[in-house]
């Protein structure tokens, strides 16, 4: 049930990271962070976050295709040696992108920022696993949330909404193992879910049709 959750947001795509459609498409996205945070109304700060994102978006592009055409020419020996390179010189980027947003932003909206580059997966997701499983300690919460963070911090710097997601399966994975450990049958955990949402969705059609004035 919870895959479902990650479902793939396709973003436009091009092949010159320098062109009208791109920049254009990326000041679109830049614009709906700035607009997601509430800072609109701030024109300079709007301004300033806007082209630290816009550079975010361009240099991660430059970043991953760069990688890319040189694991293409180079053989599977020297592969390895090739991702590791390019994982250092994004994780600069990250934090160097990071420090910049914190010099304009609140923390807590710096927190809304990797949230609405990453498709709201963490708050989404993290809803989800209290809803299947309403019996959550905090410690187990805490585990979670703290998962899907982390997740989130590589999730960010993803070339694709694919890797993205593919980032956010992987951890979830690792979640899903945690809490079999701790002693949930996940199986009848997402068979109960299921039962209970549709129920509500049963009772939500019910109360619609109810209020439903007549002629």
């Given amino acids: ?79 390895a040696e090739v991702k590791s390179a390019s994982e250092a010189d994004i994780k600069k980027l990250h934090d160097e992108f990071l420090t910049k947003l914190s010099a304009d932003l609140s923390p807590e909206q710096v927190e809304k920022v990797k949230d609405k580059m990453t498709y709201n997966v963490v708050p989404i997701t993290y809803a989800a696993f209290q809803d299947m499983i309403p019996t959550l300690t905090e410690p187990q919460k805490a585990y979670i949330l703290a998962q899907l963070k982390e997740a989130r911090e590589i999730a960010m710097d993803g070339g694709t909404s694919k890797e993205k997601h593919a980032v956010f399966g992987k951890y979830k994975g690792r979640i899903n193992n945690y809490l079999s450990k701790e002693g949930y049958d996940l199986k009848q955990a997402n068979k109960d879910w299921a039962g209970r949402r549709k129920a509500r969705e049963a009772g939500d059609k019910q109360q619609a049709s109810e209020q439903k004035p007549t002629n």
């Fill in 1 to 79: 049930m919870l895959l479902a959750l990650l479902a793939t947001h396709a973003g436009a795509q091009t092949t010159n990271p320098d062109d009208a459609a791109y920049t254009a498409d990326i000041t679109k996205r830049a614009d709906e962070v700035i607009k997601f945070i509430g800072i609109e109304g701030d024109a300079a700060k709007a301004d300033h976050v806007r082209a630290t994102l816009v550079n975010q978006y361009r240099s991660l592009r430059a970043l991953h295709d760069a990688r890319d055409a040189k694991l293409k020419a180079t053989d599977d020996a020297a592969k």
